[in-house]
């Protein structure tokens, strides 16, 4: 049997494979953040499907940080019931689901929040809305509000949380030197700039204890003009390392990087496939620490070498998985052909419409 199908752990989290479902905007919430039946459905399809490890789409610890419409929240104790209803169907069905906590910081979106945006610094190249620069009190309130939404996750039975610090979000605001333009203790050098993020782990830490997986997602680079490198990136991973994060899920780029945002189009064949795979060698050398790597991996036999090489230990997709729920049971069963998905990202259009992420190919809007 192939290595892609060990059974694993982390922080005590038994994981039946090493797959894992990236974190995935699907707009199938509420208004107020709450997991729709839709959206319950999908976790089951997923699990059903093989995936080991499920993290949910980013759910905004603060009303001032939801980023987009119809996205999961946990800012408030009564999200709890609700999603404690999809992480009971999850492990119904033997899944394990970890819920993904961000804030949107400059992407916060003042149409659904109210308000003026704040960010590290008042950057005005990045947006339509200059934001506020954060304050010290700001930021503590920032460093709370993860540490509290943690404990409601652990409260609703999460398997574990995943901070968001990727795709130019608030917290991948501060890592990067081309939104944080800060010259106090969270601004400058990396050390710096991981300042917060080292904060909110020890916030989460004192919140649900040192057996709850903790994961980060982060990315290896910006690719953007002044944006994160990768050597601060690995820096960064170190240090947080140090201070006990669990696993680091490598992804890279964000809305402003062109091409090489996170979500990358024509992945044709396989030499356009895993375009993080260099970072993670990197990291791999750098770092030694359960690593997920994500980043357009399509072929079985290329997620089976990334395992065999050792330059991660885990697979983490996206879109596969909204076009084939089933692709890993397919894949285990000995069907080893190539993800039917397109890498066409056109399976968001009809979630920027309120009407739910899903494969246009394969279902009719």
């Known amino acids: 049997m192939s290595k892609l199908f060990d059974i694993t752990s982390i922080n005590g989290m038994i994981l039946n494979n090493r797959f894992v479902r990236s974190a995935t905007w699907e707009g199938m919430a509420g208004d107020y953040g709450t997991p729709a039946s839709g959206l319950i459905d999908m976790m089951i399809k997923l699990v059903k499907g ?20 119809w996205q999961l929240g946990i800012y408030n104790d009564q999200l709890v019931p609700g999603l404690s209803k999809m992480v009971e169907e999850v492990h119904k069905n033997e899944g394990k689901i970890v819920v993904q906590i961000s804030h949107g910081g400059l992407y916060a979106n003042s149409k659904l929040t109210g308000e003026v945006p704040f960010a590290p610094s008042a950057v005005s190249n990045f947006s339509k ?65 991981v300042r917060i993020i080292q904060e909110v782990l020890n916030a989460i830490r004192k919140n649900v204890g040192d057996d709850f997986p ?40 964000t809305f402003l990087s062109g091409k090489n945002n ?17 970072a993670a060698r990197t990291f791999r050398d750098n770092i030694d620490i359960p690593l997920i790597l994500v980043g357009g991996i399509r072929s079985f036999n290329i997620a089976e ?27 285990k069963s000995g069907d080893r052909n190539k993800a039917t998905c397109l890498s066409d990202s056109k399976c ?18």
Not at 164 to 189: E, I, T, V
Not at 306 to 330: H, Q, T, V
Not at 348 to 364: D, L
Request: proline share 4%.
């Open 305 to 331: 070498n990334i395992i065999d090489s050792n330059i991660a230990d885990y697979i983490s997709m996206c879109r596969p998985f909204i076009r084939e729920p089933g692709l890993i049971k397919r894949w």
């Open 50 to 69: 093989g995936v080991g490890l499920i993290i949910t789409s980013h759910a905004y610890v603060l009303k001032n940080g939801k980023a987009a419409p």
């Open 129 to 193: 809305v200059i934001p506020h620069e954060m304050t010290q009190q700001d930021i503590q309130n920032i460093v709370e509000a993860f540490g509290i939404s943690a404990k409601r996750a652990r409260t609703a039975g999460f398997d574990g949380i995943q901070i968001h610090a990727a795709h130019g979000y608030l917290l991948s605001q501060f890592l990067s030197p081309a939104f944080n333009k800060r010259k106090d203790d969270y601004g400058g050098s990396i050390e710096n700039r």
């Open 214 to 253: 903790v994961l980060i997602k982060m990315n290896c680079q910006d690719f953007i003009d002044g944006g994160l490198i990768l050597d601060d990136s690995i820096k960064a991973g170190a240090l947080l390392k140090a201070e006990g994060i669990d696993a680091i899920e490598l992804s890279g780029g």
């Open 348 to 365: 968001f259009i009809p979630a920027r419409k309120g009407k739910g992420i899903y494969c246009m190919m394969e279902k009719k809007d």
């Open 262 to 278: 996170p979500s990358r189009k024509d992945i044709l064949s396989e030499k356009d496939e895993a375009y993080f795979e260099d």
